[in-house]
Nanobody, 120 residues
């Protein structure tokens, strides 16, 4: 059993910053790619940023230069530093991880989501 728990969402004024955290726990042997996705009401979940276990990153065009993804492999934790936030960044943000369990089974896991709201 693997759990991903996000924290750090909330309400911020346009131009402000938030830092999201995602902690993975449970029967984990190793973690591959971790990432953040977003989803609005009635919309598909879309990529925000990903980071491999080696630290290679990938960003959606809409957040390049404003958001930074990082991870601490010793803590099984990923972060999303969000700066220069805009009202169009409003969404529920979900943590994602590819995890190898102690049974040597790889699987995709999702957190429960954290709301990000930006006031104009």
């Amino acid at each position: 059993q693997v759990q991903l728990v996000e924290s750090g969402g909330g309400l911020v004024q346009a131009g402000g910053s938030l830092r999201l955290s995602c902690v993975a726990s449970g029967s984990i042997k190793s973690i591959g790619t971790m990432g953040w996705y977003r989803q609005g009401p009635g919309k598909q979940r879309t990529l925000v940023a990903t980071i491999t276990s080696g630290g290679s990153t990938n960003y959606a065009d809409s957040v390049k230069g404003r958001f930074t993804i990082s991870r601490d492999n010793t803590k099984n934790t990923a972060y999303l530093q969000m700066s220069s936030l805009k009202p169009e960044d409003i969404d529920v943000y979900y943590c994602y991880a590819v995890v190898r369990t102690i049974l040597d089974v790889w699987g995709d896991y999702w957190g429960q989501g954290t709301q990000v709201t930006v006031s104009s």
